[in-house]
């Protein structure tokens, strides 16, 4: 008789015990199903985003298809390219000589042609009409800046008198000329 007295050992004690060990197992059957819903819906969410940046992807690859398919016809040049050396310009010369024209045009002069020297890569010389020196230009640089500073090359030329060969705006900020 004397277990039955011991502390935690009663009849009231056990049924304490086994009432809390029943709640506890009953709110962590809560938290798996919480956890398990959340899962899902994240899974879900997460479906759903890929679903949407698939689309998205399609879509930005039609687009850029269309917008390449215009770019290819909308850049072609119509001045003479001269290739020492042989060989072909690649769609990037094409279209920097392209928006080059483009962009004298808009300044008031025209490109007579364009040579690509042999050995250099990225270096076009570029002929104005009515213009004696050559414009040395890289197609790294913006053709907008590069004509720019052709067109103001030219009129300090014309306004100091000096005849020269050619002028190099291949550097961004300095103009030489010889």
């Known amino acids: ?29 809560k938290k798996r199903r919480v956890r398990n819903v959340l899962i899902w819906c994240a899974c879900v969410v997460v479906g759903v985003l890929v679903v949407i940046w698939a689309i998205a992807g399609i879509a930005g690859m039609v687009t850029e298809r269309g917008n390449a398919a215009t770019d290819e016809t909308e850049w072609v040049p119509t001045v003479e390219i001269i290739i020492e050396g042989g060989g072909r310009a690649s769609s990037r010369v ?4 392209a928006k080059l024209e483009r962009d004298f045009g808009d300044l008031g002069f025209g490109v007579g042609r364009v040579i690509l020297p042999q050995g250099r890569t990225r270096e076009v010389h570029v002929y104005l009409v009515d213009r004696v020196e050559y414009y040395k230009m890289s197609i790294d640089r913006g053709c907008s800046v590069q004509a720019e500073d052709a067109e103001r090359m030219s009129r300090y030329l014309d306004e100091r008198g000096l005849v020269v060969q050619y002028v190099d705006l291949r550097v961004e900020g300095k103009a030489y000329y010889k």
């Open 94 to 97: 094409n279209e920097f000589v």
């Open 1 to 29: 008789m004397e277990k039955s007295y011991k502390l935690g050992k009663t009849i009231v004690g056990a049924r304490g015990r086994d009432r809390s060990v029943e709640l506890q197992r009953i709110t962590e059957r």
